[in-house]
């Protein structure tokens, strides 16, 4: 009979969540399509797991020859990739047609680094995508319709909630501009926190960014919306380094230029003061 095995402590297990949580939002902006995640809640089992499907056959970070699948021993290939960056992990790959693989990362540490990586190789405009993805998830602003449209390359930003739009304005603006006040249920106070939040990202990227309401009819569910524009990976950038300012005191970020070396900027994760993380 074999012995259970002792739970490991909360805050190692809470450490492997983030570290299972932050990968697998980097593997849907390298393109992946995570669809299994897990972690071990004890010592004897890899401390995060994640399956993911390879969209267009096309594998991140695989060597040259093992990138295009199928591909003879891509899962060897990219396991001795991963550990000589450090990274000790066991690669399955599950599906050789329709390709997914999985990988059984040995630490938390290891599933970090591998976050790291993904990120970095990162191509345009699929960084910047994940980068103002992150920003605007960080002030508490839904972006789950934002994607990158392929054809265009171009960042989709898509529909965000009138609720949301307020806040990005507040955050933007450094501080109430008029809008917390309004009646996000009329169409007409809609146009006008569209306009307002238009004028403000334009401001900021240095070009017109479109901003339209999207109310919904009366006898529909849901909340009234925003449809913003849209725009390159290079206002993207913009956006983001502005709404990763945004919690620095008495600043109003519209009245600055965007700093000229956004490299520095990549790594804040400050939170909007009053908006819950």
Request: aromatic share 4%.
């Amino acid at each position: 009979m074999t012995t259970p095995q002792e739970l490991l402590p909360d805050d190692v297990q809470e450490e492997r969540s983030r570290a299972c949580k932050a990968l697998g939002t980097a593997l849907s902006a390298a393109g992946l399509i995570p669809f299994w995640e897990r972690i071990g809640w004890t010592a004897g089992e890899p401390a995060v797991s994640v399956s993911f499907a390879v969209r267009d056959g096309l594998l991140p970070l695989a060597p040259d020859d093992a990138s295009a699948l199928p591909a003879p021993d891509v899962a060897g290939a990219l396991q001795r990739d991963l550990l000589d960056h450090g990274i000790r992990a066991q690669v399955t790959l599950i599906r050789p047609f329709d390709p997914a693989l999985r990988f059984d990362l040995e630490s938390a540490q290891c599933a970090h680094r591998l976050t790291e990586l993904l990120i970095r190789s990162l191509p345009e405009p699929d960084a910047a995508a994940h980068r103002l993805r992150t920003a605007l998830t960080t002030a508490g602003i839904s972006a789950e319709n934002l994607c990158i449209r392929r054809g265009e390359r171009d960042v989709s930003i898509g529909n965000i909630s009138a609720t949301d739009a307020v806040t990005l304005v507040e955050v933007l603006h450094g501080g109430d501009c008029g809008v917390a006040g309004l009646d996000q249920g009329g169409w007409a106070e809609l146009d006008t926190l569209a306009e307002r939040l238009s004028r403000l990202l334009t401001e900021i990227a240095g070009r017109r960014v479109g901003a339209s309401a999207d109310p919904v009819c009366s006898r529909c569910p849901g909340d009234h919306e925003i449809t913003l524009a849209t725009v390159s990976a290079e206002t993207a950038r913009l956006l983001s380094a502005a709404i990763e300012r945004a919690d620095e005191p008495h600043r109003y970020l519209v009245q600055f230029p965007p700093v000229a070396d956004e490299s520095a900027q990549e790594d804040r994760t400050g939170h909007h003061r009053g908006v819950a993380s």
